[in-house]
T-cell receptor
Framework: EPEVTQTPSHQVTQMGQEVILRCVPISNHLYFYWYRQILGQKVEFLVSFYNNEISEKSEIFDDQFSVERPDGSNFTLKIRSTKLEDSAMYFC???????????FGPGTRLTVT | GENVEQHPSTLSVQEGDSAVIKCTYSDSASNYFPWYKQELGKRPQLIIDIRSNVGEKKDQRIAVTLNKTAKHFSLHITETQPEDSAVYFCAAGPGNYGQNFVFGPGTRLSVLP
C-alpha cells in the first residue's frame, strides 16, 4: 500500500536557523497538507496546497513559513528562522480528492535549541 | 472558525468492555468527520469516517454516530483489546476543496488486560 514519506525523521537545529522538512506524498494525490503536533497536544493544521498554490493557511502559518512543490514528487515546508516554540512533530498529509481521507506521513520531529 | 471538543481526555476500560468517545463541533458547515488513531510515536491513522448525510457507520468493532442537529458525533469501540490502546482524535471539516480538518484534543484510551 502506498504511503506518505517524510525526511528527516528527526531534525535538531539552533534557534534562528532555517530548516526544510521534506515530504513525498502518495503519487496520484492532488491535495497536500502540513500539520504540527506539539508534544502531548492535538494535531494543528498549518497549510493546505493544491495546484501549486496555497489553498488555506492557519494563523500559525506566518511569514516565517513557506511551502513548495519543487518537482513532481516532493512537497516541502520551510521555516526561515526557527524559534524555540517551533519544536514539534510536523506531519505531512495528502489526499486524492479534498475532503476524503487524508493519509499522514510518519512525521518529522523538529527540536529547536 | 470551527472548534472541536472531545471527551473524555483519558479513558480506561477492561479488555472486552466497550469504549465511547464523544466530540462536539461548532461549525454547521462541517460535513466530514474522521476519527484517527495515533499510537505512541506514530502517525495518525484513519480508523473510520462519516459524512453528514449518514447518521451511523460501522466497521467491525468500530462504529461512529453523528447527530448533525446537535453537532456531536461519537466513536464506539466494542470488545476492546489491548491493541486498541492509543490516543484517538476526532476531527471535523467542510469536506471541500483544499480545506483543512480541525482536530479535537484527543482521548487517551487504555485497555487493561
Amino acid at each position: 500500500e502506498p504511503e506518505v514519506t517524510q525526511t528527516p525523521s528527526h531534525q535538531v537545529t539552533q534557534m534562528g536557523q532555517e530548516v526544510i522538512l521534506r515530504c513525498v506524498p502518495i503519487s496520484n494525490h492532488l491535495y497536500f497538507y502540513w500539520y504540527r503536533q506539539i508534544l502531548g497536544q492535538k494535531v494543528e493544521f498549518l497549510v493546505s496546497f493544491y495546484n501549486n498554490e496555497i489553498s488555506e493557511k492557519s494563523e500559525i502559518f506566518d511569514d516565517q513559513f513557506s511551502v513548495e512543490r519543487p518537482d513532481g514528487s516532493n512537497f516541502t515546508l520551510k521555516i526561515r528562522s526557527t524559534k524555540l516554540e517551533d519544536s514539534a512533530m510536523y506531519f505531512c498529509a495528502s489526499t486524492w480528492t479534498s475532503g476524503y481521507e487524508q493519509y499522514f506521513g510518519p512525521g518529522t520531529r523538529l527540536t529547536v535549541t | 472558525g470551527e472548534n472541536v471538543e472531545q471527551h473524555p481526555s483519558t479513558l480506561s476500560v477492561q479488555e472486552g468492555d466497550s469504549a465511547v468517545i464523544k466530540c462536539t463541533y461548532s461549525d454547521s458547515a462541517s460535513n466530514y468527520f474522521p476519527w484517527y488513531k495515533q499510537e505512541l510515536g506514530k502517525r495518525p491513522q484513519l480508523i473510520i469516517d462519516i459524512r453528514s448525510n449518514v447518521g451511523e457507520k460501522k466497521d467491525q468493532r468500530i462504529a461512529v454516530t453523528l447527530n448533525k442537529t446537535a453537532k456531536h458525533f461519537s466513536l464506539h469501540i466494542t470488545e476492546t483489546q489491548p491493541e486498541d490502546s492509543a490516543v484517538y482524535f476526532c476531527a471535523a471539516g467542510p469536506g471541500n476543496y483544499g480545506q483543512n480538518f480541525v482536530f479535537g484534543p484527543g482521548t487517551r484510551l487504555s485497555v487493561l488486560p
